[in-house]
């Protein structure tokens, strides 16, 4: 017996706005069930002595501490800018955003 009916796939275009012909109805209702079988099988070979993970293998923070390090100075940044306004990057305006 399948998981998820015609009617069932209708409803849920139905819900989403979605207009889908007997064609489509039929197509989606197969694939969706396909779907809700394979997390079923997932269900069944979960044990319970295994934790919920993330990624299949241990992961560890791979990011470096912060340091402090010489850098750019504004005017160095800027240097090569078409056009600055308050020590920043001056951009066009878009979207019709106010000054």
Do not use: C, W
């Amino acid at each position: 017996m399948s998981a998820i009916t015609r009617d069932e796939v209708a409803h849920l275009a139905r819900l989403s706005r979605l207009a889908l012909s007997d064609d489509e109805l039929d197509h989606y209702a197969a694939q969706l069930d396909a779907i809700i079988v394979a997390v079923a099988k997932v269900s069944e070979i979960a044990a319970e002595d295994v934790p919920p993970s993330s990624h299949a293998l241990p992961i560890t923070n791979v990011y470096r501490p912060d340091q402090v390090r010489p850098s750019l100075t504004p005017q160095q940044a800027l240097s090569g800018a078409p056009a600055v306004e308050d020590d920043r990057f001056r951009v066009p305006r878009i979207l019709g955003e106010e000054a």
